[in-house]
């Protein structure tokens, strides 16, 4: 179990945490102790109970409105899914019907050259 000691409004705390992750929590100790700093220069000395409660809660909206934004990019990515999987459908059903075609014309060329080879007859064009 990795330690690290960070400092937030100036008071020192030894922290706990995995092994290998001591550069992150004191990176998010650094970052909540200036957004405790920024929040004093702000409303100034209004007690450090509460701007660390503010910061937290300053923090969580940040998480709230990251987590809605989450939400509807992964909304999004479903919704484009099923319209490439609409479309790839559709893709398919076009492609099926032009093979139909296709072979369709190609009956009628074999009729149209079995006739003239029966005959001996070339076609007038028309």
Known sequence: ????????????????????????????????DQSIEQLRERFGEIGDQRLTVMAAITFADQQAEA???????????????D??????DRQGA???GLARTLDALAERVEAIAARIAG???EPDGG
């Open 119 to 121: 005959t001996g007859a």
């Open 94 to 96: 076009a492609e099926e």
């Open 1 to 32: 179990m990795g330690q690290v000691r960070v400092t937030i409004s100036g008071k020192s705390y030894r922290m706990a945490c995995e092994d290998g992750q001591e550069d992150r929590l004191a990176g998010l100790a650094e970052r909540l």
């Open 83 to 88: 319209a490439r999987a609409a479309l790839a």
């Open 67 to 81: 987590e809605a934004r989450l939400h509807e990019t992964v909304a999004e990515v479903a919704d484009r899914e």
